[in-house]
């Protein structure tokens, strides 16, 4: 059959959600922004271009940006940025510390995203008792006071990265499965949910076909919402020392050492700080250009 | 002089960045003590003439072009916001469709019926403002009204909340009403008493544009009516000349589109020796209600209360009731949607109730639902291809063909084009919609289809077809239908029996013809009496008699 092969294909909520998006200047930007910044972050460390962002050499310390130094055993040096106090090329730290802090931001994210929606959408969708006995348990660990937990987690043990993804991840799900839990309530009552229950489709069949994705609007904002959220979160952490230990970086810990030393080497605050500024503002752009381009009731008609 | 003349009204909105014309050059008066009814099917720009008139288009999106509403001579188009002020509410006032959004949540409605009353007369003390207030409840027939006058509007019904809304626009006196389909989620009943209401204001002079897509309705009430279709007028006239004799082709199909209760019904189906397909007996669905953190049972909503009733194949049941009168929640518990309490539900002999999951899977094939929405009843995330399959897929249907090849089927047989199974709901109309939900129903090869007011939620002419396509479908497919629905001119017109219920319980039942045209009981009388039946000259004069 000719005609049904070269059907014409549907315009789906979520082109259309891109159109809407791509009129957004702010957003687009926001997303830019992120794409280059993980690009950096991730791509950059690879190619031989950058020297160890650890490697210390004093006789180079408190270079000013744009310097070409030569260091002791011989080696011509380019600082883009300059250097910090052990020499080090706070470039490189930059980038270093930027994997650091992203990779925190997304996985964190990740881990509360699929906790949350599935906690979320099952309590949402069960009802009853059940949904009462798991929104309470939200309510305690709400109610838990999140930075003694973490202070008390790195006291007990290792002070390692996947502690910290792990400590983050658990308090960020709560609110994504509270908006996940929402959305499903009123979702369960469309018609369409009862003409899937009538066709004989299973629970989980219905969770995850027809539930699921209709809540993806809501949770896709919330996700880009949580990544500066958690990222934020984790500089505290860093800042209060509780998170990223040195010699290692991240840009909440390089914020850190630049304050230590603000007077003497203003540079050493000022750039971590505003790539950081910059990235959260690029996520909190992209955040809301997405609310408005996924807003349902836009849409609809 | 008329009271409000407009002249040349062109209303656009910008959508996606195109200008779409919503109303093209409309002109029409009103006089005082005067009913004018405005009628058109959805996007016909009805409702934006009426919100035109006082300025209430949202600007942006909205924009009004041009034109002239000059009410006592003077431009309101043209008048600064300030000016305007004074003439909203106390001048003209609007009645809109949903009272839930126009009143505030927040306050009790006395005091915002006091509120309304202070603005209109500041020489009003606050307790004579009250008063003033629970004697409009008492005029639009809130029983109580001085105790419900300290309730908050989320404690009103649908039909009482409207009450309140036009109690709150009658009170300022105003010289001019537009009212906005004020009726049309009320069961006929509760219509009939706010038509006697406007209608006592209409002889105490004022005038009243009357926005509505029913027919019958515009019969009872208007005296002069203006036709509207894609943004323009296409006819307008005295009612009772232009009901006796449209001049233009879509007025003639509009009338001829429209439901009557004294419609023939489409067959007459004898009554033989049949075994019953689906019998109901002593059906008990009660909802709990349910209070405190752990969800503690404290009480029980008697939807459906002892209700036994069979359905025979190829038959088509209608069941009719005002809004609570639990006619859903039977469809929805024959399906298992809804959990019954008790009583006995068999299919083809087997009982449904306490079915196990698992047991009930396979039977889900013959019993399918169409429900009322066309819009929620989509999933909107999947395509036309992967609604139509997903039940055959369930059932193990898809052989002799591929998934495309038996989607493509069912979209012609409903009558859509193949070519649009990639797309998703929302590139469709409502009333296309309505087909895909068809389809998605019989395509898993049902015996029995619960259709929950299927079709209420379509224009006429739309209605009128997809009533064809149901009855089409059942004839070729031999198929028996619960038809639910509140429109009694529908079921008569297609329905083989018919079962009338009231707060859970059966009141009568018998041959569709037969109880409508000859009622038993006196609540289905009562309800019979409420349908406004266009072209009826009796009802007419009855209803403007007051």
């Known amino acids: 059959m000719d005609t049904i092969s070269d059907i014409e294909k549907g315009s789906s909520l979520g082109r259309d959600a891109w159109v809407r998006l791509k009129k957004n200047k702010m957003a687009m930007f926001g997303l830019w922004f992120f794409v280059g910044i993980t690009l950096v972050c991730f791509l950059l460390p690879l190619l031989p271009v950058l020297p160890d962002p650890n490697a210390t050499s004093p006789e180079l310390r408190s270079l000013g940006p744009f310097s070409e130094a030569v260091a002791n055993d011989g080696t011509e040096r380019f600082y883009l940025l300059g250097s910090d106090n052990l020499g080090r090329d706070i470039f490189a730290r930059i980038v270093d510390g930027g994997r650091v802090s992203l990779m925190v931001g997304f996985i964190a994210t990740a881990v509360s995203l699929l906790i949350g929606v599935v906690y979320g959408a099952v309590a949402g969708y069960v009802g009853g008792r059940l949904d009462s006995v798991m929104m309470r348990v939200v309510d305690i660990l709400y109610a838990l006071p999140f930075m003694i937990i973490v202070i008390i987690l790195t006291t007990f043990f290792d002070n390692s990265l996947w502690l910290l993804f792990l400590a983050i991840g658990a308090v960020e799900w709560l609110t994504m499965s509270r908006i996940v839990r929402a959305q499903v309530l009123s979702l369960k009552e469309q018609e369409f949910v009862d003409a899937a229950r009538s066709l004989g489709l299973s629970n989980g069949q219905i969770i995850f076909r027809h539930i699921i994705p209709n809540t993806l609007g809501p949770v896709i904002v919330y996700t880009t919402l949580t990544v500066p959220a958690v990222m934020r979160l984790e500089a505290i952490l860093s800042f209060l020392g509780l998170g990223v230990q040195p010699p290692n970086a991240s840009w909440g810990s390089l914020v850190k050492e630049g304050a230590d030393r603000m007077i003497s080497d203003p540079a050493l605050l000022i750039f971590p700080s505003a790539i950081f500024a910059l990235t959260l503002f690029a996520f909190n752009f992209l955040g809301d250009g997405l609310r408005d381009a996924l807003d349902v009731r836009a849409s609809k008609d | 002089m008329p009271l409000l003349e407009v002249k040349g009204l062109t209303v656009s909105f910008t959508v996606e960045g195109k200008r779409v014309p919503a109303v093209q050059d409309v002109s029409f008066s009103v006089e005082p003590g005067e009913i004018l009814g405005v009628v058109g099917e959805s996007g016909s720009g009805k409702s934006v003439t009426g919100m035109s008139i006082m300025r209430l288009v949202p600007q942006p999106p909205g924009r009004i072009e041009s034109g002239e509403i000059l009410y006592k001579g003077e431009d309101l188009l043209r008048k ?39 603005l209109h007369d500041s020489s009003l003390s606050k307790a004579e403002a009250w008063d003033l207030g629970v004697e409009w409840l008492e005029k639009v027939g809130i029983p109580d009204a001085a105790e419900r006058a300290k309730a908050y509007p989320f404690q009103f019904s649908g039909g009482m909340r409207q009450r309140v809304m036009i109690a709150m626009a009658l009170m300022l006196e105003p010289k001019l009403i537009i009212a906005d389909e004020p009726t049309t989620a009320l069961d006929v009943t509760i219509q009939a008493q706010i038509f006697d209401l406007i209608l006592k204001m209409k002889r105490d002079d004022t005038s009243i544009i009357f926005i509505t897509h029913d027919m019958g309705v515009i019969w009872e009430l208007s005296d002069r009516v203006i036709v509207m279709k894609d943004s323009r007028i296409v006819e307008r006239g005295e009612v009772e000349a232009l009901f006796a004799d449209p001049q233009e082709q879509y007025t003639k199909d509009l009338l001829a589109a429209v439901p009557r209760l004294t419609d023939k019904p489409l067959r007459t189906l004898e009554p033989g020796d049949r075994t019953p397909l689906v019998e109901i007996r002593d059906l008990k669905t009660w909802f709990p209600v349910k209070r405190g953190v752990f969800a503690r049972t404290v009480d029980h909503v008697r939807a459906v209360d002892g209700v036994s009733f069979d359905i025979f ?142 079709v209420s939620a379509l224009d006429v002419t739309i209605q009128a077809q997809v009533i064809d396509l149901l009855i089409d479908l059942r004839d070729k497919l031999g198929l028996s239908y619960l038809f639910i629905s509140h429109d009694l001119s529908v079921v008569k017109r297609i329905c083989d029996r018919v079962i009338v219920l009231n707060g859970g319980k059966i009141v009568e039942g018998g041959a569709a013809a037969e109880v409508i045209e000859n009622p038993s009981d006196e609540y289905t009388a009562r309800l019979i009496e409420a349908v406004p039946v266009p072209g009826d000259q009796r009802k007419r004069e009855l209803s403007q008699a007051g």
């Not at chain 2, 509410?89 to 005091?111: R, Y």
């Open chain 2, 80 to 118: 600064p916001v300030e000016e305007l002020r004074d003439i909203r509410g106390s001048e003209i006032s609007v009645i809109f469709q949903e009272p839930m959004t126009a009143l505030s949540p927040l306050h009790p409605v006395g005091k915002q019926l006091r509120e309304t009353a202070l």
């Open chain 2, 313 to 454: 194949p190829g038959e088509t049941l209608g069941l009719v009731g005002e809004s609570g009168s639990g006619k859903s929640t039977i469809g929805r518990s024959i399906l298992g949607l809804d959990e019954a309490t008790s009583g006995s539900i068999t299919f083809e002999g087997r009982e449904l109730i306490g079915l196990p999951r698992a047991e009930f899977r396979p039977l889900r094939r013959d019993l399918q639902m169409v429900f009322q929405d066309p819009f929620s009843s989509l999933n909107p995330r999947l395509t036309v291809l992967e609604i139509l399959t997903e039940g055959l897929r369930e059932h193990g249907l898809l052989d002799g063909g591929t998934p495309k090849e038996h989607a493509a089927r069912w979209l012609e047989e409903v009558g859509l084009l193949a070519e649009h199974m990639d797309r998703y709901p929302h590139e469709f109309s409502g009333g296309q919609r309505q087909r895909i939900c068809i389809a998605r129903a019989i395509a898993v090869r049902p015996k029995f289809i619960v259709c929950d007011e299927a």
